[in-house]
């Protein structure tokens, strides 16, 4: 593992650092840089003995990591973690064919632009297999911003948000084929592009396209969410689906957004249909996706 920490100032240009063990790279505590460019490349970092699992990089504890040009893959776990009021820029790289998240943030700050993160796999500790994890419960609020980003081939959902308080925007990505994670013959859960749960406020979503996800592209359970100027290629299952609604949450307003297809608003609970849909969709029609 490499370790920075102290206020030590480390840069990795065109390096390849692989087969480490629990973490591949740290950056720990205020005044840590770590820096990573020029084609750089963390892989194959494996689980320890007692690791639940792997990350390939990690942030934490006001650390400061910085990615341009980078790949990081088939980590057995996170390819990159940022925790605990971290902050990571990371630009024109690709988290691709790791396992449970490829980018995951908790109470801590990311700006991606021009990313590629896919192919997440499910783990065999933690399941999930979702390209990017937001969550504002544990550790505080997180800030999160991704530009012109592809989200592709992941489990579960691309972006999936967790709790309220902080903000989360995404603008000018693709989140595409998204797949279900089959959990027995009979039992799968999401594969939605986009799932929020209990976000009241500070879920933006602006000029994205959203293709091919098996789930919702767009799932807000008990959240709120502004929603504009995106488009969505119909996956013949849902469009948006909206539930749990009541207190701050309410249907949300969809003037300004792009969508067409199957739209489905249960509020202010989860089994009452308050309003008109594409489809003269009825309550019995209504596709369910827990």
């Known amino acids: 593992m490499g370790y920075v920490s102290g206020g030590g100032q480390l840069t990795l240009k065109g390096t390849i650092v692989d087969h480490n063990r629990e973490?591949?790279?740290?950056?720990?505590?205020?005044?840590?840089?770590?820096?990573?460019?020029?084609?750089a490349t963390v892989r194959d970092t494996l689980r320890g003995q007692w690791a639940s699992f792997a990350t390939g990089v990690l942030a934490q504890n006001h650390g400061t990591l910085t990615m341009d040009d980078v790949t990081v893959l088939d980590t057995e776990g996170p390819g990159v973690l940022v925790l605990s009021d971290a902050t990571a820029t990371v630009t024109h790289s690709t988290i691709d064919s790791n396992a449970f998240v490829a980018v995951g943030v908790v109470g801590a700050s990311l700006e991606m632009v021009q990313g590629q993160i896919g192919r997440t796999q499910s783990d065999a500790n933690k399941g999930g297999g979702m390209g990017v994890y937001v969550n504002h419960d544990q550790d505080g609020p997180a800030?999160?911003?991704i530009q012109d980003s592809f989200i592709e081939d992941n489990l579960v959902a691309?972006?999936?948000?967790?709790?309220?308080g902080g903000s989360t925007e995404v603008t000018g990505s693709k989140i595409e084929d998204t797949a279900v994670l089959?959990?027995?013959e009979t039992v799968s859960i999401m594969g939605h592009g986009v799932y929020a749960s209990d976000v009241?406020?500070?879920l933006t979503l602006t000029s994205n396209e959203f293709e091919g996800n098996e789930g919702a592209h767009v799932f807000l359970h008990g959240s709120n969410a502004t929603l504009t100027g995106n488009s969505y290629v119909s996956n013949g299952v849902l469009?948006?689906?909206?539930?749990?609604?009541g207190g701050p949450i309410s249907p949300v307003d969809l003037s300004a957004d792009g969508l067409t297809g199957l739209i489905v608003v249960f509020c202010p609970e989860y089994d009452t249909l308050i309003r008109d849909w594409d489809f003269c969709l009825?309550?019995?029609?209504?596709?369910?996706?827990?």
């Open 143 to 145: 800030t999160v911003t």
């Open 182 to 184: 089959k959990l027995t």
């Open 158 to 164: 691309g972006v999936y948000v967790r709790g309220d």
């Open 23 to 39: 973490v591949g790279l740290l950056v720990d505590g205020a005044g840590s840089n770590l820096t990573l460019n020029d084609g």
């Open 239 to 245: 469009d948006f689906q909206q539930q749990h609604c």
């Open 200 to 202: 009241v406020s500070g």
């Open 282 to 290: 009825t309550l019995s029609e209504a596709v369910v996706i827990p």
